[in-house]
């Protein structure tokens, strides 16, 4: 068990609607992470935030929107996607944002855009 | 720019066998190397974490090594086993744009036949 939960594990959704990703976790970690994993491609990091503040949005398109209520807590909110964001996204955490910590992964939202 | 590659991509082996799993990556800035396990239909587990002021790290039958002059990192697995069975990913720090983030590569997958 790594301390990091997702919700829902499985998403089907159409180009038009609306939904969250939920990111748990249970370690006492300041610094959170949303990845995409796409077949056949690296591991792409999203976004990072690092006590709640947002320190990274790596060119990712406007229809994902991050929040960060509080260092446990992370969401991403999907709206209008496209056929080509179907993916696994994983959610994951450190101790802080430095690239020597070791982060722990959530099981990840298996997305499919219809 | 940090890239990190895993070649091949995938491996499938007896049961028993001691294996090499290669990483490389073109930053001998490099100042530490992870190694995750990811099972399918799930998120990444951290391995090892080895330090540039390490040759070696070691956890139970597995076994990392990294040599910045040669841009490389290897993963030894001793009498591998069917459990051995997942996608292994190397990962290694990028600094871009004044923040810090891990360079994943395309995870090399892995099948231990009994």
């Known amino acids: 068990e790594t301390g990091v939960t997702q919700t829902p594990r499985h998403l089907v959704m159409g180009m038009t609607n609306k939904k969250s990703l939920k990111c748990e976790q249970h370690?006492?970690?300041?610094?959170m992470y949303w990845y995409k994993q796409s077949a056949k491609k690296p591991l792409e990091l999203m976004f990072v935030?690092?006590?709640?503040?947002?320190?990274e949005n790596n060119s990712v398109p406007s229809r994902f929107s991050p929040e960060c209520p509080n260092s446990s807590h992370l969401f991403l909110h999907l709206h209008t996607l496209q056929p080509e964001d179907s993916a696994l996204y994983l959610c994951?955490?450190?101790?802080?944002?430095?690239?020597?910590?070791?982060?722990?992964f959530g099981p990840g939202t298996r997305l499919l855009v219809l | 720019k940090q890239e990190v590659t895993q070649i091949p991509a995938a491996l499938s082996v007896p049961e028993g066998e001691n294996l090499v799993l290669n990483c490389s990556f073109t930053?001998?800035?490099?100042?530490?190397l992870q190694w995750f396990r990811q099972d399918p239909g799930k998120g990444l587990t951290s391995l090892l974490l080895?330090?540039?002021?390490?040759r070696e790290q070691t956890s139970g039958r597995l076994n990392a090594s990294l040599d910045k002059s040669s841009g490389r990192s290897t993963l030894y697995i001793a009498a591998s086993q069917p459990g051995d069975s997942a996608t292994y990913l190397c990962?290694?720090?990028?600094?871009?744009?004044?923040?810090?983030?891990?360079?994943f590569g395309k995870g090399m997958k892995l099948t231990v036949n009994p």
């Open positions: 930053d001998s800035a490099i100042y530490n």
């Open positions: 370690l006492g970690h300041n610094a």
């Open positions: 994951a955490s450190s101790q802080d944002q430095q690239a020597q910590e070791t982060q722990y």
């Open positions: 935030y690092n006590f709640k503040e947002q320190t």
């Open positions: 990962a290694g720090p990028a600094r871009e744009g004044g923040s810090e983030k891990l360079v």
């Open positions: 080895i330090q540039s002021s390490q």
